[in-house]
């Protein structure tokens, strides 16, 4: 079936502007999550999503980041005003809670670089 | 919060030898230890995980073991091959009420010589 997509799959801005992230996770899958990986470096947890609940956005780094999911599907995690420091790979992961698997399914991530 | 060191940072080993990675947690609530692989240019995938109710899972080449005293866990893989290859993190997090996420370490990049 279709894993988990993400888009654009590359994507070049200048600082200070915003831009939008889009993830589709997969079907029937209940939790969402972003996380970001910079060169070479781990990654890192930002907002997590679990049915109607109030999301985590325990790991969102500034109040430019924010991050909504409509319907319980599609998410879109947007950076306003960006920085240098922002250019990273965007990822988005989606998993089926309350099952005995608890596996994290990751999209191909967004390559975001801020010039 | 949680916070997850992972040794070491980089590793290279002869094609045939085993390979070990090893991950401290901080938190003690948590009960869930994935292990992912990232190959280059791709995405991670997971490739074992263990709960807090095991000491030890294997799969194949791979297994992991979990202190929970020591808050310590461990991947190793055995008869290593080149297609081992790759960035592997390991993770921790509590898989109770409405948590879930992921809190992973920084990685370490695995080099297999053939």
């Known amino acids: 079936g279709a894993g988990v997509s993400q888009s654009p799959s590359n994507k070049v801005t200048e600082k200070g502007k915003d831009v939008e992230l889009r993830c589709d996770p997969i079907s029937g899958h209940t939790a969402l999550y972003w996380y970001r990986q910079s060169l070479g470096q781990g990654l890192e947890f930002l907002i997590y999503f679990q049915g109607n609940s109030a999301p985590d956005k325990s790991g969102l780094p500034s109040d430019r980041f924010s991050a909504e999911r409509t319907g319980g599907s599609v998410s879109t995690l947007t950076i306003q005003r960006t920085q240098q420091e922002d250019s990273a790979v965007y990822l988005c992961a989606s998993s089926v809670r309350g099952r005995q698997s608890y596996e994290q399914y990751f999209g191909p991530g967004t390559r975001l670089t801020v010039t | 919060g949680e916070n997850v060191e992972q040794h070491p940072s980089t590793l290279s080993v002869q094609e045939g030898d085993s390979a070990v990675i090893k991950c401290t947690y901080s938190?003690?609530?948590?009960?869930?230890f994935p292990w992912y692989k990232q190959e280059l240019g791709k995405r991670p995938q997971l490739i074992i995980d263990i709960r807090s109710n095991v000491g030890e899972k294997k799969d194949q080449r791979i297994a992991v073991t979990l202190n929970k005293t020591a808050k310590h866990f461990s991947l190793h893989i055995t008869e290593t091959q080149p297609e081992d290859s790759a960035v592997y993190f390991c993770?921790?997090?509590?898989?109770?009420?409405?948590?879930?996420?992921?809190?992973f370490g920084k990685g370490t990049k695995l080099s297999v010589k053939p």
């Open positions: 938190d003690s609530a948590s009960n869930y």
């Open positions: 993770a921790a997090s509590y898989d109770g009420g409405s948590q879930g996420n992921l809190i």
